[in-house]
């Protein structure tokens, strides 16, 4: 299987981006699937996840009220909307899917079935 990110870049205190990530070799309803990120310096953290069954999402407290998970299911597909994006969202945003399930366990995950390669996400004035 793979993951494949796009939809990072550059973007202002305030602004907003959209990253995508495609799934393609594996069963997109056989696992949940989320972001991870990690900035230089700082341990990786769990950000949103969503279950492919049910549509149940969790995020971390750190994006809560301004990220948004979302999927579409015939695309093998996850974005995360990112809206009022602070200097403290600057990080490599990675996607990941597991088979646990979506919540703060799956937010807490250490090692996933499949992980992708990365986005840079950078905000700066």
């Known amino acids: 299987g793979q993951l494949v990110e796009s939809g990072g870049g550059l973007v202002r205190p305030g602004g907003s981006l959209t990253l995508s990530c495609a799934a393609s070799g594996l069963t997109f309803g056989d696992y949940n699937i989320g972001w991870f990120r990690q900035a230089p310096g700082k341990e990786r953290e769990g950000v949103s996840c969503?279950?492919?069954?049910?549509?149940?999402?969790s995020y971390a407290d750190s994006v809560k009220g301004r990220f948004t998970i979302s999927k579409d299911n015939d695309k093998s597909t996850v974005y995360l909307q990112m809206d009022g994006l602070n200097s403290g969202d600057t990080a490599v945003y990675y996607c990941?899917?597991?088979?646990?399930?979506?919540?703060?366990?799956?937010?807490?995950?250490?090692?996933?079935?499949?992980w992708g390669q990365g986005t840079q996400v950078t905000v700066s004035s």
């Open positions: 969503i279950s492919t069954r049910d549509d149940r999402t």
């Open positions: 990941a899917v597991d088979r646990v399930s979506c919540g703060r366990n799956w937010l807490l995950l250490i090692k996933t079935d499949y």
